[in-house]
């Protein structure tokens, strides 16, 4: 399946923001065609795993702020639906 822009758009900021990361982007939205919000041909659908150091720290509402930050809302106002396993590298259960 060839990617569409939205999801090149998550990919490219993924790896600029999480260089050294291990994440995988799942697009959904073939599965939701029936709903009215999806639209034929558009992304609307995501679960995005990504594991990353940056998020040692971070609690797992921390995790999905920063991240849904770095997205930004050109990407958050044309997706439905994004959902989120957002991992450390170091501690696997925060």
């Known amino acids: 399946m060839n990617k569409g822009k939205i ?4 990919e490219k900021k993924i790896k600029k923001n999480f260089p050294k990361s291990i994440f995988l982007i799942q697009n959904i939205s073939s599965k939701h065609k029936k709903h009215k919000q999806n639209i034929a041909g558009e992304e609307t659908h995501f679960i995005i795993n990504l594991e990353s150091n940056k998020f040692s720290e971070l609690s797992k509402l921390e995790r999905q ?4 930050n770095i997205l930004g809302n050109k990407i958050i106002n044309k ?3 994004i959902s989120f396993k ?3 590298t170091n501690k696997k259960n925060f």
């Open 79 to 81: 997706v439905h639906s």
């Open 7 to 10: 999801e090149i758009l998550i």
């Open 86 to 88: 957002l991992t450390s």
């Open 65 to 68: 702020k920063y991240f849904i």
